[in-house]
């Protein structure tokens, strides 16, 4: 200390130099150390959004798809599976309490028995007389009664042409007869001129849209059986139907637009031969679900733009509720007249469990909180199903129920804002939540509301799955028949309908119908699943 002292100078000006140049120094130390700690800081949230980005892609692409929780006593004891003895060999044993329980009948388990509708052939097993006699004795052994074994065995479906005779008559002798000659009409044909029946033409659009198969794939299963079609046939075979079906999907939409209650949805479709797009751009098929009577209606709508304004072309002049998701094209639809928007819960939801999966448990406690909301919906629901409550009963009820627990859940969602930062996953799912949650209140109003618009997606599924096998469209017009039979076999499953049973009774009955009535009676929600 005495060295630094004489190296003080020992003039005042001097000194005072000295000081404000450390004092410089410390300000500018202690602004990079600022600045540092400012930058750490950053680095460190940067790395906490990529690990979670990291763990979110981990999920996604190499987790379960499911978004279903485990329970709380799904894992805990897991890790015990092979120590189980050593765990609990020095442990006491419990004190065993007996409780009265109620006797019950026991389900009857094993082999289901095959369907009682199905086509039975007998194949009768008996002993020739010798082998029946007892060597013992030389008495001939009495039948006494059997067994009877019954299996399944599939007979492969075969196909057989239809030679329809028209004969011709004439020509008459009278010369004031306009119609000399004159022939028996055909078979009611749905495609005029096709090769094709009604009832195979329900089955090449029932294995495609039904059951996801490609119209290649479905070429090489008719070759095997000596069948020479093309692909491009079963192409033109399904837009030729979807023409045909076009003046009853008008009426579907009609009535659709005149339904309580409407929820939307959108997911890509690829289109090769789009006019002045390339054939990776994406496309869109839209879908709208209602009801008409009570009964649910499904409508798919090609597109192939994603824009706002196709949303308001399609509700335009509707008025009601429309459910949708968070997407941003649908944001200005509850500032269209006479239309209440109304969120989902389940998109919130879903981001809450990705939060959790990353190891969020304030995540987990909010959902919980849902949980508990979808359990009293359950409960409530099920005593309007049932007949319990009427309309204004269950409205009234279902109001006092959830809307204080919607409205403790939103002032939780408040008090955790800026908990996280919004580029984390719990961040994100507050935020998000708080942008849908006045939306997603809305659906108290209404008695076919839910909390969610889960119905509309499980009417896109088919699609989705589809799509992963016939993986793109050929042109928009494949497309827009695409759209067509889709509302028509997604409509008539949403009724109750089996769907090739369906499309053969509508295909048959189509081109008989004359007035608009007689085919708007042929429409999926106006008919029993039974009737036909």
Same mark, same amino acid.
């Given at each position: 200390?005495?060295?630094?002292l004489?190296?003080?100078?020992?003039?005042?000006?001097?000194?005072?130099k000295?000081?404000?140049?450390?004092?410089?120094?410390?300000?500018?130390?202690?602004?990079?150390?600022?600045?540092?700690?400012?930058?750490?800081?950053?680095?460190?949230?940067?790395?906490?959004?990529?690990?979670?980005?990291?763990?979110?892609?981990?999920?996604?692409?190499?987790?379960? &798809?499911s978004?279903?929780?485990?329970?709380?006593?799904?894992?805990?004891?897991?890790?015990?599976?092979?120590?189980e003895?050593?765990t609990?060999?020095?442990?006491?044993?419990?004190?065993?309490?007996?409780?009265?329980?109620?006797?019950?009948?026991r389900?009857v388990?094993?082999r289901?028995?095959?369907? %009682?509708?199905?086509?039975?052939?007998?194949?009768?097993?008996?002993?020739?007389?010798?082998?029946?006699?007892?060597?013992?004795?030389?008495?001939?052994?009495?039948?006494?009664?059997?067994?009877?074994?019954?299996?399944?065995?599939f007979?492969?479906?075969?196909?057989?042409?239809?030679a329809?005779?028209?004969?011709?008559?004439?020509?008459?002798?009278?010369?004031?007869?306009?119609?000399?000659?004159?022939?028996?009409?055909?078979?009611?044909k749905?495609?005029?001129?096709?090769?094709f029946?009604?009832?195979?033409?329900?089955?090449?659009?029932?294995?495609?849209?039904?059951?996801?198969?490609?119209?290649?794939?479905?070429?090489?299963?008719?070759?095997?059986?000596?069948?020479?079609?093309?692909?491009?046939?079963?192409?033109?075979v399904?837009?030729?139907?979807?023409?045909?079906?076009?003046?009853?999907?008008?009426?579907?939409?009609k009535?659709?637009?005149?339904?309580?209650?409407?929820?939307?949805?959108?997911?890509?479709?690829?289109?090769l031969?789009?006019?002045?797009? &390339?054939?990776?751009?994406?496309?869109?098929?839209?879908?709208?679900?209602? $009801? %008409?009577?009570?009964?649910?209606?499904?409508?798919?709508h090609?597109?192939?733009?994603?824009?706002?304004?196709?949303?308001?072309?399609?509700?335009?002049?509707?008025?009601?509720?429309?459910?949708?998701?968070?997407? %941003?094209?649908?944001?200005?639809?509850?500032?269209?007249?006479?239309?209440?928007?109304?969120? !989902?819960?389940?998109?919130?939801?879903?981001?809450?469990?990705?939060?959790?999966?990353?190891g969020?448990?304030?995540?987990?406690?909010?959902?919980?909180?849902?949980?508990e909301?979808y359990?009293?919906?359950?409960?409530?629901?099920?005593?309007?199903e049932?007949g319990?409550?009427?309309?204004?009963?269950?409205?009234?009820?279902?109001?006092?129920?959830?809307?204080?627990?919607?409205?403790?859940?939103?002032a939780?969602?408040i008090?955790?804002?800026?908990?996280?930062?919004?580029?984390?996953?719990?961040?994100?799912?507050?935020? $998000?939540?708080?942008?849908?949650?006045d939306?997603?209140?809305?659906?108290?109003?209404?008695?076919?509301?839910?909390?969610?618009?889960? %119905?509309?997606?499980?009417?896109?599924?088919?699609?989705?799955?589809?799509?992963k096998?016939?993986?793109?469209?050929?042109t928009?017009?494949?497309?827009?028949?695409?759209?067509?039979?889709?509302?028509m076999?997604?409509?008539?499953?949403?009724?109750?309908?089996?769907?090739?049973?369906?499309? !053969?009774y509508?295909?048959?009955a189509?081109?008989?119908?004359?007035?608009?009535?007689?085919?708007?009676?042929?429409?999926?929600?106006?008919?029993?699943?039974?009737?036909?």
């Open positions: 200390m005495e060295t630094a004489s190296e003080l100078p020992d003039d005042v000006e001097s000194l005072k000295l000081v404000v140049e450390k004092a410089r120094r410390a300000h500018e130390l202690e602004a990079t150390s600022k600045q540092l700690k400012e930058e750490n800081a950053a680095l460190q949230l940067k790395l906490l959004e990529v690990t979670d980005k990291y763990e979110t892609l981990q999920q996604k692409f190499f987790g379960s &798809s978004e279903k929780r485990k329970k709380e006593d799904d894992n805990p004891k897991q890790a015990l599976l092979f120590n003895a050593e609990y060999a020095e442990a006491p044993p419990k004190p065993e309490k007996s409780i009265p329980v109620k006797s019950h009948e389900k388990r094993g289901k028995p095959l369907p %009682a509708n199905l086509e039975r052939r007998e194949f009768v097993y008996e002993l020739s007389e010798a082998e029946r006699t007892c060597p013992s004795c030389g008495a001939v052994r009495p039948e006494i009664g059997q067994e009877v074994r019954e299996e399944l065995e007979i492969p479906a075969r196909f057989v042409v239809n329809h005779i028209l004969k011709k008559y004439g020509p008459c002798q009278c010369a004031s007869c306009s119609h000399p000659i004159v022939q028996a009409e055909g078979p009611a749905l495609i005029p001129g096709s090769s029946s009604n009832t195979t033409i329900a089955f090449f659009l029932t294995s495609k849209f039904v059951d996801s198969q490609p119209f290649y794939r479905m070429e090489g299963i008719l070759s095997r059986w000596g069948i020479d079609t093309s692909r491009a046939s079963l192409c033109k399904a837009v030729s139907a979807g023409r045909a079906i076009g003046e009853l999907l008008d009426e579907l939409r009535d659709l637009a005149a339904s309580p209650v409407l929820q939307m949805d959108e997911t890509v479709v690829q289109v031969h789009e006019k002045n797009r &390339s054939a990776q751009a994406k496309s869109y098929m839209w879908v709208a679900r209602g $009801y %008409a009577e009570g009964k649910p209606v499904v409508f798919f090609y597109h192939p733009s994603r824009a706002k304004e196709i949303v308001q072309k399609f509700l335009h002049g509707y008025h009601g509720f429309v459910q949708t998701d968070g997407y %941003a094209g649908y944001n200005e639809v509850g500032f269209s007249p006479g239309i209440t928007h109304v969120g !989902c819960l389940a998109h919130v939801r879903r981001k809450f469990f990705e939060a959790e999966q990353q969020s448990t304030e995540a987990s406690a909010f959902l919980e909180r849902i949980a909301l359990h009293a919906e359950k409960l409530v629901r099920k005593k309007f049932e319990v409550l009427t309309t204004e009963e269950f409205l009234a009820a279902r109001t006092k129920e959830q809307g204080p627990r919607l409205s403790e859940m939103k939780w969602l008090a955790k804002q800026g908990q996280s930062p919004p580029s984390l996953s719990f961040g994100k799912a507050v935020h $998000y939540a708080l942008g849908q949650w939306r997603i209140e809305k659906y108290l109003q209404h008695e076919l509301l839910t909390p969610d618009n889960n %119905a509309v997606e499980n009417a896109i599924r088919p699609f989705v799955i589809g799509r096998n016939w993986l793109f469209s050929n928009p017009l494949g497309a827009h028949a695409s759209a067509g039979i889709y509302s076999i997604e409509t008539a499953k949403a009724n109750g309908h089996e769907p090739y049973k369906y499309l !053969c509508l295909f048959n189509l081109p008989k119908a004359r007035s608009l009535e007689e085919k708007r009676a042929l429409l999926p929600y106006k008919l029993a699943p039974n009737s036909y």
